[in-house]
């Protein structure tokens, strides 16, 4: 039987979490922390379901919405200080051209 999808906030209040030591990740270490960094947005911000994060799954079957695109396109400027628009962000075609994306922009890709 499948386990059941947690609720959504529906505040639309955004937190702001910092990585450990309270610094923002740009600059930092590439691959596998870029990785766990977005890894960490995309499940403890947007409160998606982490088994649904697999590479090849599509932004929808993962449960992206549009509401889930601006947070995570504001949340990758808080974090890392990119700027990636919410259309660069739709028009991936899964979950691991997202964060091929975010590699690119912080140069590690």
Do not use: C, W, Y
């Not at 870029?34 to 649904?52: F, P, S, W």
């Not at 947070?71 to 628009?85: C, Q, T, V």
């Amino acid at each position: 039987m499948p386990r059941p999808v947690p609720a959504r906030r529906t505040d639309h209040r955004r937190r702001r979490v910092r990585p450990a030591g309270g610094r923002r990740a740009a600059g930092h270490g590439k691959g596998a922390d870029v990785n766990e960094e977005l890894r960490r947005i995309l499940v403890d911000e947007l409160q998606l379901e982490e088994a649904a994060l697999r590479p090849e799954i599509s932004l929808e079957s993962a449960g992206f919405d549009s509401l889930t695109i601006v947070e995570l396109a504001m949340s990758l400027s808080d974090r890392f200080g990119l700027a990636i628009s919410e259309e660069d962000l739709q028009a991936a075609a899964s979950v691991g051209e997202i964060d091929r994306i975010v590699e690119q922009r912080l140069g590690g890709g």
